[in-house]
């Protein structure tokens, strides 16, 4: 294809900052979409954007988890799952050196020759790509930073004397687990990290070594693609792993990119194995110095695919690439299924013509997440295929919610946790497929639940196992929270407004038993002064899960900027860099641990986000985007100040403005007044405290004017409030009364048509003595 716009690769070691870099570039623009390599690094970067911009404008897309909202300008996806067929501004792919993968490969080779931004595309990973960059993207500048800390070899030593903040990394579940009971037997217990882990129990089980609850990680190759740990060393257990064909050596550029782990940002960190293990010859030295052999060969599949035939597919699929440093993937699992259903009579029937057989093509690219017998696989394939095939054309709700119940049991051992796990992450997987079943959103929700309560299970099951929680790390992380604990405010309950926005009133009555969120308002009483009993840690685990994982509509803010869950005190709205980004401060929740109080605090911020974006969606619909020059100037400054501006400091674009340009404006709500630019629908009620809270956030506490009376068209003056706080919540100063925006041009007009200042009076919601002076401020 022909590459329009400017292509950079972004290659290097790990730790150079490039996913950084990507995220930064992709929100200078008003669109964009990167691709990650694992479901849970997409997870994490959603998470930093959307404390960036809110989740209103983010969706995340993965094979098992769908978040779009109503107008997405960002999408954080897994490569696999990105929408291929969605223009955006600025297009990444990350570890694209994944492209050599034997079983991965074709996809992100596929994205490489053919994904493209409108305006930007970035290709980031490890710098054995640069050869082959250059020669199948040749029109790509390649850019190189240096790693941000030094990454250096500590040799070999005894498990028993690893220092603290180290990850073990082993290649196999039973060696992982026999290390973490070592270390749980000799050093208080161990966090441990699988690829098979959910999420949700993988951020269970991080939380653990970020908080300082373990000091040591137990970790498979899951922790060597880009997640963020507080790891100051790596430690290899095993330099040989099972890749799905064979057991093999890991080459120096693999353990590189897991050893990398150690040392982030300026933090320098160290790497070396568990003795008697040791690292070959040379390869200590170039993992210090970054240098390994190019990559020579990516895996490469056709992406024109015809449909006419199951043959006729298959032929497709096993064209041959015409560049020598292509290689062809000669066993997907999804061609593999192909090719075993084709031998099927039923299935042949059934697959006649170009619908049908893409019907079954995306049947057999459902990844076997179970990784059993392949025929069970492909046989839960056929049992889907024949159904959709049917006269129904959707799965039968009854079989499907038989095998779905059978797989909600938390009762068992890690291993049978984590094998229906995977199980019912075929069944998300299904189920966000909206044309396979009925309701798909009520299956997406059961699918959800139940593994929410599976991997609670499995958090559980690791924690009884490996973590001794009367051992030294743990003692000392229980005796610093408790130090740091300090009686907390206490959260009030209040009328909720038209806005979600709430008024505080009085102390919260105590929540009842069986309350979703009673175990916070247990641990909030351990806060406190006066003694109380201790919430279960599960307990407090399970709230923090509900809670990163609650919509919008779970939280409300009060005037002052406080933030609720119900009748629980969460945070509090803090200055941030500017107006429109403000800060988030928790309440005294300290007892949950860092890793827990960061994941709620990234959630408080988004949500902080989506209040801005909720308050200013007048301003930023699609139609008002696309407004000309000096429309979208005014635009801009009535973002700047919540949706009020003074008409003087937009001179040049009103002079600008054209009858055509105003009166869309005012067909969105937007008003070029005389000495007010103003957003009606922002003068509301419920906007109307939204805007007060992000006032509260910015301007000093005693420097915000109370709460206007419903329906008030103006208010006096108070001393010692910054006139801008009343501007930015529509209420601009003039004279001793800071008036209402849409009133103050209806009193301007009619002192400009003669009507005395007197008679106006009631308009300006003042006395007459001093309506001529807020005239005179008007009319000067």
Sequence with gaps: MVDASPITAVLGPTNTGKTHRAIERMLSHDSGMIGLPLRLLAREVYDRVTTRVGEARVALVTGEEKRVPRRPDYWVCTVEAMPVDLEVDFLAIDEIQLAAHDQRGHVFTERLLLSRGRRETWFL??????????ELVPTASIVQHP?????????????????PRSAVVAFSTPQVYEIAERLRAQRGGAAVVLGALSPRTRNAQVALFQSGE???LVATDAIGMGLNLDVRHVA?????????????????AELAQIAGRAGRHLADGTFGTVAPLSLPDGVAAAIEAHRFPPVRRLLWRSSELDMSSIDALLASLRARPRARSLRLVDDAEDTAALARLAEDPEVRARARGEEAVGLLWEVCRIPDFRKLLFESHVALLAEIYGQLSGPSAALDAGWMAARVTEIDEVGGDIDTLITRIASIRTWTYISNHARWVRDAAAWQERTRAIEDRLSDA???????????????????ARAASSARAAPGARAAPGARSSSGARRVEAEPPALPEGHPFAPIAALRARLAPGPAAPAPEDDRARWVEALVGAPHERFSVDVGGRIFDGEQLLGQLARGPTLLLPDVRLAALEDLGAGARSRVLRRLVAFARDLVEQLLAPLRSP???????????????????????????????VAELAPEGRALLAAHGIEVGERVLYVQPLL?????????????????RDRVPACPAPGAVSMAVARGVDPRAYAAIGYPVFGTRALRADVAERVLRALASGEPAERLSGWMGCSAREAPRVAASLLG
């Design 125 to 134: 990973g490890a710098d054995t790509m640069r050869p082959l960059m250059a």
């Design 147 to 163: 790693r941000l800390s030094r990454l250096a070899s500590a040799g070999a030593g005894k498990l028993s004397r690893l220092p």
């Design 214 to 216: 373990v000091d040591y």
């Design 236 to 252: 290899f257990a095993a330099l040989r792993k099972f890749d799905g064909r064979a057991v093999r050596d890991l080459d120096p």
């Design 458 to 476: 499995l958090h559980e099951r690791l924690v009884q196992r490996f973590v001794e929680r009367g051992g030294g790390a743990a003692r000392r």
């Design 623 to 653: 139609e008002v985007r696309a407004l000309p020059g000096a429309a979208r100037g005014i635009v801009y400054q009535l973002e700047q100040g919540l949706g009020t501006a003074a008409a003087r400091d937009a001179e040049e674009q």
């Design 684 to 700: 509301r009620r419920g906007a109307l405290e939204r805007r007060l809270a992000l006032c509260a956030a910015w301007f000093d």
